[in-house]
């Protein structure tokens, strides 16, 4: 069985930083990609970044590009979102998801989903 597991989320001031995790159990993910979504009160949920998990490649949502940075430890099977000069904007459940179908854009593509961490950001 699949588990996704996130943790790291919490309560930081505007300009702080946090580190997520994302735990998987059940299989690897070596020739798939990985990606974190976020999902704010009467929002849809929309797409953060992703990761290739073969050779790493990255993609980013632009509204994220250059503060946060995404990563993964193969030994650990875990993904990581380093989340940087943080906005109250990015207030949301921070959610990772595993094997989307064809395109990593969508989180309808994807097959596996974590049940979410909390991250507030302050004014």
């Known amino acids: 069985q699949v588990q996704l597991v996130e943790s790291g989320g919490g309560l930081v001031q505007a300009g702080g930083s946090l580190r997520l995790s994302c735990v998987a159990s059940g299989r690897t993910f070596s020739n798939s990609v990985m990606g974190w979504f976020r999902q704010a009160p009467g929002k849809e949920r929309e797409f953060v970044a992703a990761i290739r998990w073969s050779d790493s490649f990255a993609y980013y949502a632009a509204s994220v590009k250059g503060r946060f940075t995404i990563s993964r430890d193969n030994a650990k099977n875990t993904m990581y979102l380093q989340t940087n000069s943080l906005k109250p904007e990015d207030t949301a459940v921070y959610y990772c998801?595993?094997?989307?179908?064809?395109?990593?854009?969508?989180?309808?593509?994807?097959?596996?989903w974590g049940q979410g961490t909390q991250v507030t950001v302050s004014s």
């Open positions: 998801a595993a094997e989307p179908l064809r395109n990593y854009y969508y989180p309808t593509e994807y097959k596996y």
